[in-house]
Structures are given as structure tokens and as C-alpha cells.
């Protein structure tokens, strides 16, 4: 906890071939929760990246402090459990850090407001929206959102997005029930969420392009996204 009994926040930042964006994004996060007075930490989980990133990584920590910047190369499902904060922010798709700084405020706000266990960003809901985007991956996203409305009824409008906050003790106990791997995972979380009678609030949100490098959706995640749609419209 921060000085003061003021809330820490515990970001996860999943990373691939990051090398680029890496420290302009950990730029950005860091200058939002100072201006903003939250304590946080920034825990940056490498996947083996054959571009260097880890190093990067490694440096960050150096220059900010261990205690703002944690560097590593372990599976996230260990990390949340090792995270200190009250809240954990979940960041796994790069293309949201841009807008970060706007919407971070609007989740926390969200959340002191109805006293929610996850609050999430959506891109389909009130002035939430898409920007940089081509129609091929306008249409996945829409069609994946669609399938998933029909077919599990969450009650939530965008499985698909990972900008969210979550009580630790939701999160952690969450990650007891979950069994996906991939992009299908974002969406088992709020599925379980609403199994276990967790409260979810909404924050629309504008989802900007990434600055650099390319998004790592590819064929074999679609259809693994699919499959475990098919598999918690099965088993849920």
C-alpha cells in the first residue's frame, strides 16, 4: 500500500518483440499515475523475445527503480500473485497504451463509484471507438464480439479487450477458474466472472493503433479464439 493508505496499482505488461515501444510506453505509464498521485508498479513480463526487449526491460528497471519497474520472464498467471498493488491493471494489447493516460483516470473513477471488482474498457459502447485500424481487423474484432454476445450472453460489451482493473482478490481467483491460453482468455475471464456473481462496470474507451511494430494477431489465433469460444459455449 502507498504512503498514506492511498491505493497501489499493479500494472501487467505482457511483452513480445516490444523492443521499440517498450520505453515510450513505460514513459507514458509512469508520467500518468505520477500526475496523477497513485502509487503503481509496472511489471513487465517478457515472452522470450528474440528482439532484445528483455534487455530493455532490464534497463528500465534500473532507471526508474525496482520498486516502480519489475522485470521478468515468468508466466503472468505467477506475476499476478507476486504483484503488491490493491488493483491490478491488466495491458496486454499494445495498441491501448496510447490512450492510457486518459482512460486510466475514468476506470479508477468507475470503480470508486459502484465499488466494482472489474471495471473494463469498452470500444462498443457510448462514444468508446476505434482508431488506426484497417476494415480486415475492424471486422474480426466486431464478428469475434458478435459470436461471443450471441452465443454466451456475458453481459459485458468487448470480451475481446484486455484494458481492464481488477481487485486482486477477484483477479487471483479468477486465475483458479480459467483455462484458456491466447486471445480467448480475456474472454473466459469475464465469462467466470459473471459464473462467480462478480460485479463488472463499463468505461467506454477510445483504442488507438500502436506507434510501432504490428499487432501479433495472426490465423492460428483466430481460430484458437474459436475453438475456446466453442468450448465455453459447451462447458458454461
Known sequence: MAAGGADKFSVLLPTYNERENLPLVVWLLARTFRESGNNFEIIIIDDGSPDGTQEIAEQLEKIYGSDKIVSCIFCIFFLIFYSVGKYVKSLENWDRVPGFCTSFTSLKKKQKEGNFDIVSGTRYKGNGGVYGWDLKRKLISRGANFLTQVLLRPGASDLTGSFRLYRKE?????????VSKGYVFQMEMIVRARQLGYTIGEVPI???????????????????????????????
Open 206 to 236: 477510445s483504442f488507438v493503433d500502436r506507434v510501432y511494430g504490428e499487432s501479433k494477431l495472426g490465423g492460428n489465433e483466430i481460430v484458437s479464439f474459436l475453438k475456446g469460444l466453442l468450448t465455453l459455449f459447451a462447458t458454461t
Open 170 to 178: 477477484v483477479l487471483q481467483k479468477l486465475m483458479e477458474k480459467c
